[in-house]
């Protein structure tokens, strides 16, 4: 297992709990994509990595509850709901309670970079930077958006979009435990609270609208005095300089019989919108998992997971249609139209 994000925690502790033999492979240092990153999660999310053997009491230091959700959206009505069971995590921590627990429940961990992979008569080799090597039946690559094994492999990659992600972070302690979303002309607001005494608001468009580096500040700016629920920190600095990040959403054409198989986000990505990226990618992560389980026990092939996978893919371009045409305020915007039919 390359990866020790959620997916490749959570893959690895079932197939270890299975009895197989696995190796979890843990680049180490602090995952550029996690640091700084607030998220929410549902209780349901929580409590599936129970599953795996993963006790909610070992994470509870990256974990805290939202009390609401405050969203304006669609005909320009603002809604408050009670946030019921939805958590906001600090990934970078929540990355290292996960590894501390499949850690202790006992999953072999080894701490390097991988530096090739050799596939020889269906045999394959994990050779480390360090000179060490793996022999394995099969290797998941769960090192996220960038897939990098797969994409070795031979996997083509499908963009759907263009969607990234700014972010920052502000002082906004009276919007404490509340999510907010709000819908701007050319892409929407996503702020949680963190774990501090900050609110971290991300504003998800296209990579076209974001433009160069030095205008990053502007924009973020520009656009949050467009809302009516975060407008108030338009008048403030951020704590740091905003942050980029890649959301598009796309998915990995991989050849059902190869023993080199792409989880989690590598496999494929879901908008954020949804709220559920990482119960999707955990979920994506167990079926290959499960997969493997299965051959390993009695001998059956994988060929219906590559199958499954494209099913959820295209269930979930169907909801986020569904989602965006919900917002009709921006009815000729690009950023909306192109998001308004199921690819
Ligand atoms: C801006 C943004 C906001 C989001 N907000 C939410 C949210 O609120 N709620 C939600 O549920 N989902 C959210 N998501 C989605 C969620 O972050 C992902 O679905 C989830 O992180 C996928 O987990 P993963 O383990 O598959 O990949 P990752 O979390 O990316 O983990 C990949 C792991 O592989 C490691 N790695 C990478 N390359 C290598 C390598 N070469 N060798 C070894 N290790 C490697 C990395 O260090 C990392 O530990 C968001 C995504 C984005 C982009």
């Known amino acids: 297992m390359i990866g020790a994000g959620p997916t490749g925690v959570t893959a690895a502790l079932d197939i270890f709990n299975a009895g197989l033999k696995v190796v979890l492979v843990h680049r180490p240092g602090k995952d550029p994509c996690a640091v700084g990153r607030a998220e929410t999660v549902h209780a349901a999310t929580l409590a599936s990595l129970k599953r795996s053997g993963i006790e909610i009491s070992a994470l509870r230091q990256a974990v805290s509850p939202l009390e609401g959700v405050t969203s304006k959206w669609g005909n320009g009505d603002v809604f408050n709901e009670v ?22 429940l006992g999953v072999p961990i080894v701490d390097g970079a991988v530096e090739a992979i050799d596939n020889t008569g269906g045999q394959l080799t994990v050779v480390l930077r360090d000179g060490r090597s793996l022999a394995a ?6 090192t996220g958006r960038s897939a990098k094994w797969a994409h070795r492999f031979g996997a083509k990659e499908n963009k759907i979009d263009t969607l990234t992600a700014l972010s920052a972070t502000y002082s906004a302690p009276e919007l404490k435990k509340i999510l ?31 433009g160069t580096s030095h205008g990053r500040r502007d924009l973020l700016l520009a656009r949050l005095s467009e809302t009516s629920l975060l407008r108030h920190l ?23 019989r190869s023993n080199l198989i792409a989880i989690g986000d590598a496999a494929q990505t ?25 051959h390993r026990h009695s ?38 139209t192109a998001r308004r039919t199921c690819v």
């Not at 607001?189 to 971290?200: N, Y």
């Not at 338009?234 to 890649?246: C, D, I, M, R, V």
């Open 83 to 104: 946030a019921d069971q939805r958590f906001v995590i600090t990934r970078a921590l929540f990355d290292d309670c996960l590894l501390a627990a499949a850690r202790m």
């Open 234 to 256: 338009s008048g403030q600095n951020p704590h740091e300089p905003p942050k980029l990040w890649a959301a598009d959403l796309k998915t990995l054409d991989q050849s059902a």
């Open 270 to 294: 879901i908008d954020p919108l949804s709220g559920s990226g990482m119960t999707a990618a955990i979920h994506n992560g167990r079926s290959a998992a499960n997969a493997i389980i299965a």
């Open 137 to 142: 039946s099969f290797v998941l690559d769960a």
């Open 299 to 336: 001998g059956r092939t994988l060929s219906s997971l590559e199958h499954s996978r494209r099913a959820e893919f295209e269930n979930h371009l169907r909801l986020r249609a569904a989602y965006y045409n919900v917002e009709n305020r921006f009815a000729q915007g690009r950023f909306w």
């Open 180 to 210: 907010v979303v709000e819908a701007v002309e050319d892409g929407w607001f996503s702020s949680v609270p963190d774990l501090k005494d900050g609110r971290q608001v991300t504003f998800f468009t296209d990579r076209t609208v974001i």
